[in-house]
Nanobody, 127 residues
Framework: QVQLVESGGGSVQAGGSLRLSCAAS????????MGWFRQAPGKEREGIAS????????YYAGSVKGRFTISLDNAKTTLYLQMDSLSPEDTGMYYC????????????????????WGQGTQVTVSR
């Protein structure tokens, strides 16, 4: 069973950058797709980026497109989220997730389409 562990969160000033990592272990069977989500206090969990595991095709929410980049390392054991031009609105707990199983879905930003989650890492952006 896949286990996911996020790291790389922290505090940064507006306009700054952070890179989140998500280490996947026990990756058998291999995921079909992976994604990053965030949740601000009092708000629902929001899908922000998703990547197809086999093709590396990526999809982004409009709120982060052009600022964030999702990627997988060559070994496909670590998922990254490069976050640039951060704003206070990006503050929240960030989670990585994946889906293992059979599906036609290539990538998705819907939390209910994922079956494995990490514990989250906090990102705080100050003005």
């Amino acid at each position: 069973q896949v286990q996911l562990v996020e790291s790389g969160g922290g505090s940064v000033q507006a306009g700054g950058s952070l890179r989140l990592s998500c280490a996947a272990s026990g990756a058998t069977p291999r995921p079909k797709y992976m994604g990053w989500f965030r949740q601000a206090p009092g708000k629902e969990r929001e899908g922000i980026a998703s990547i197809a595991f086999n093709t590396n095709d990526a999809y982004y929410a409009g709120s982060v497109k052009g600022r964030f980049t999702i990627s997988l390392d060559n070994a496909k054991t670590t998922l990254y989220l490069q976050m640039d031009s951060l704003s206070p609105e990006d503050t929240g707990m960030y989670y990585c997730a994946c889906f293992t199983g059979w599906t036609f879905t290539v990538y998705t930003l819907h939390p209910e389409d994922y079956n494995t989650w990490g514990q989250g890492t906090q990102v705080t952006v100050s003005r």
